[in-house]
């Protein structure tokens, strides 16, 4: 594991603070060399930052903070203040009084709170999933039927000279990830950083990233299956039709006879390729051709993950009980099934009695049938701010931010888990998602007879 333990406090004339090393709890990319300024407890600005992570740091004293629980009674939009005992004991009594309750989000949260969460999922009888299920989900079930050729971001900016994105905008989705890891920094193999390597992107669209390419390949949109399998086939030395996925067979032949030339390189895969038609076929497709690649030089494959810790929600349910997201402890074993135990598919089929979301916002993103059911069933929010997902809670609890005003692990894109840096305090009073979830947790198995420190079985 990357610990981060260095706190340099650089004092400047003015009195205000700089912490170095801060691992920025964002994107999937973790950047781990951000430098927050401070005045006291307050964040004043942050550098090496993108302007998202800048967001992040600076949303710790934003207005749209939450500072104390609150309910709403059913039938009404007013939210009544109540103390944190009380939503507690409350958040308990709806959970393990509910035979089926979902679990949705966990991607803004740490490690250490995941692992209660998903507890807390087997000792109710209920389903328990990241926001994998509606954005790379469809990468790890092509990864657990082929495999996944992989490697660390370190490795992709000490030795790749090919470098592709596909169906992936990093530029704003992942603002760093280039100037990180890709295409400008100077590797122990690539010296001359830019100069020393290729940029590939293919997309329906021409992206600010497909701007900067080198070669940009506009595929047909959900065409992406196609067009991976003309490139697989090319590479093994068979024809293809003149014209696939909208893309010419030469500049199909052409990108895969450099591929083969260069040393090192690296396919980066975003949800234009996980979302669209095809889903983890598009995805089998990918990783089998990189596998093929392996024929001929050095290739492998990086899911663009979003939330700073969706990765590591997927490792600690793997680690609990062997499945990484549509996890289903209704029968009192784990079980996962994509399509039916996912939170999406079970909000629109009315099969879940409560629901507690936390480190995410489905209110935002997921269909408007799906979000009228929740707003009728008994549902917990834990979440440090207002989102349209508290809005139509019945019981927010408001929690500190992890790699701000909390330490806790993350896992970044490339499975490396790293610590995040506690900077300034939380609020006075607000509690951890840890604690909150660890809190529920010891209430739920009091009304449930289970002694304490003892799993559901």
Excluded at 199 to 212: E, G
Excluded at 400 to 414: H, L, N, Q
Aim: with cysteine; proline share 6%.
């Amino acid at each position: 594991m990357i610990e981060i333990q260095k706190t340099e406090t650089a004092t400047k004339p003015e009195g205000l603070r700089v912490v170095t090393d801060v691992v920025c709890p964002f994107c999937g990319t973790l950047c781990d060399d951000i430098k927050v300024v401070l005045d006291g407890n307050r964040i004043v600005d942050t550098m090496n930052a993108c302007i998202i992570g800048n967001e992040k740091f600076k949303s710790a004293q934003a207005g749209h903070r939450i500072m104390q629980p609150l309910e709403r009674e059913d039938g009404t939009t007013e939210f009544t203040p109540v103390s944190y005992d009380y939503a507690i004991e409350k958040a308990a009594q709806i959970l393990a009084n509910a035979k089926r309750p979902l679990y949705y989000g966990w991607s803004s949260t740490s490690c250490e709170a995941q692992e209660i969460g998903n507890e807390l999922a087997e000792v109710t009888g209920g389903v328990t999933d990241n926001t994998a299920s509606v954005c790379h989900g469809p990468s790890i079930l092509a990864i657990q039927t082929v495999g996944a050729p992989m490697c660390t971001l370190g490795e992709v900016k000490n030795r790749a000279d090919l470098i592709i994105y596909w169906g992936c905008n990093p530029i704003h989705a992942h603002p760093r990830h280039m100037s990180r890891y890709t295409i400008y920094p100077r590797g122990f193999f690539t010296e001359r950083g830019f100069d020393d390597r290729t940029l590939v992107v293919v997309d329906p669209r021409p992206t600010d990233t497909a701007k900067q390419a080198d070669i940009y390949i506009q595929v047909e949109q959900g065409k992406d299956y196609e067009l991976l399998d003309a490139l697989r086939t090319v590479t093994r030395g068979e024809d293809i039709p003149d014209v696939v996925a909208g893309v010419k067979k030469e500049q199909i032949k052409e990108l895969a006879e450099m591929a083969k030339s260069k040393k090192f390189g690296l396919l980066f895969f975003g949800m234009g390729v996980t979302q669209t038609t095809g889903k983890h076929r598009n995805i089998d497709m990918a990783i089998s051709w990189t596998q093929d690649m392996n024929k001929y030089t050095k290739f492998n494959l990086i899911p663009m993950r979003g939330h700073y810790n969706v990765t590591g929600s997927g490792q600690v349910m793997s680690w609990q009980s062997g499945f990484p997201f549509a996890m289903d402890f209704s029968r009192g074993y784990p079980r996962y099934n994509p399509g039916e135990t996912a939170a999406n598919d079970i909000l629109l089929r009315h099969e879940c009695d409560a629901a507690l979301i936390i480190a995410s916002d489905p209110g935002a993103h997921f269909p408007v049938e799906a979000m009228k059911y929740y707003a009728q069933i008994p549902t917990i929010a834990i979440d440090p701010h207002y989102t349209p997902t508290t809005g139509i809670s019945k019981l927010v609890i408001p929690s500190s931010i992890i790699g701000v005003e909390e330490e806790g692990t993350a896992y970044r894109m490339d499975n490396v888990p790293i610590r995040c840096r506690k900077v300034v305090d939380a609020p006075k009073g607000i509690l951890s998602d840890e604690e909150i979830l660890r809190r529920i947790l010891n209430r739920v198995k009091e009304l449930k007879g289970i002694p304490a420190g003892q799993g559901h079985h």
